[in-house]
């Protein structure tokens, strides 16, 4: 009898997998950054339910007891956001699918297409991706002032078109060029032109990459500050980042309304970040790895 316990205590022993230490000390560590990651904004999002005086004598990570919704509709209204959520909508919704749009047909033109200077075009796109737009920003202002796009939704639209497609096309031919060579072939002995082949073959299958490419170029769009802040001066043409610089400098004590404006910018890329998450790691990993 004891003989069997202990034969079956050694096949348990064998048949249980060894504890691998590395794997949970990257769990660890993993939940730690998540945890500093998560902390700034339980901060935000529970002092934008607080009123001031709730702010200044709780703890900065104690739940609101008497949550005030009416920070939002303050924000909402003192900071005008109406028309910089207005203005930001406008354009993302134009910039990130046109963006998209070309940067999908130029990548399958440098995949698909064999003509001269190739390589030179490719070449050129890539050093593209490496100037930062930081430097660009005086030239760019007297590109787009003589040609009278100051505060104008082109004047924003295009730049961001400039310094966005670049990147993306750099994603996508790589995509492209891991297709097999046959599909394009086969279409073609049918008689289906590049633009069929392109809307009916590629588009199709490259929709994981699109994803992630639109989660990334509507996140920078949505969020970038400082071409909309050379190029758009009138106030009625300010976007969201703006508007809540001009906020905060103008209500830096009022804590609740504050951090309520803060979700409210926030909020749009939070939600297309969740609409098309299921997308976002398979895409990215698609576009680097085949070529």
């Known amino acids: 009898m004891t003989v069997l316990k202990t034969e079956a205590f050694d096949n348990a022993a064998i048949a249980a997998p060894p504890r691998d230490w590395v794997l949970v000390g990257l769990w660890i560590a993993l939940a730690m950054v998540a945890v500093l990651w998560v902390a700034p904004f339980v901060f935000i999002i529970f002092t934008s339910f607080k009123s001031t005086a709730a702010v200044m004598g709780s703890s900065a990570f104690a739940p609101p007891t008497n949550p005030q919704i009416s920070n939002y509709v303050a924000a909402w209204s003192r900071g005008r956001f109406e028309t910089t959520f207005t203005n930001s909508a406008i354009i993302t919704v134009i910039k990130v699918p046109l963006g998209l749009f070309i940067s999908a047909m130029a990548a399958y033109a440098l995949a698909r297409i064999e003509f001269s200077g190739r390589k030179m075009v490719l070449v050129l796109i890539l050093f593209g991706t490496m100037i930062p737009f930081q430097v660009m920003l005086a030239p760019l202002f007297t590109l787009v002032n003589g040609f009278g796009l100051i505060d104008t939704y082109p004047g924003v639209i295009l730049p961001y078109l400039a310094f966005g497609i670049p990147y993306q096309v750099f994603i996508l031919q790589s995509f492209f060029r891991g297709v097999p060579k046959e599909l394009t072939e086969a279409a073609r002995i049918d008689g289906a ?99």
């Not at 032109?193 to 639109?214: G, N, W």
């Not at 909309?228 to 009138?234: C, G, K, R, T, W």
Request: glycine share 6%.
């Open 193 to 291: 032109s590049h633009f069929v082949i392109f809307r009916r073959i590629f588009l199709p299958i490259s929709l994981p990459v699109l994803a992630a490419l639109c989660i990334l170029d509507f996140v920078a769009t949505w969020n970038e500050f400082a071409m909309a802040l050379v190029l758009l001066q009138d106030q009625k043409m300010w976007t969201l980042p703006l508007g809540l610089s001009a906020f905060q400098g103008q209500f830096s004590r009022d804590y609740g309304q504050l951090n309520a404006a803060i979700v409210m910018t926030v909020l749009p890329a939070a939600l297309v970040y969740l609409i098309f998450q299921r997308y976002f790691v398979s895409g990215l990993t698609s576009g680097a790895v085949k070529g």
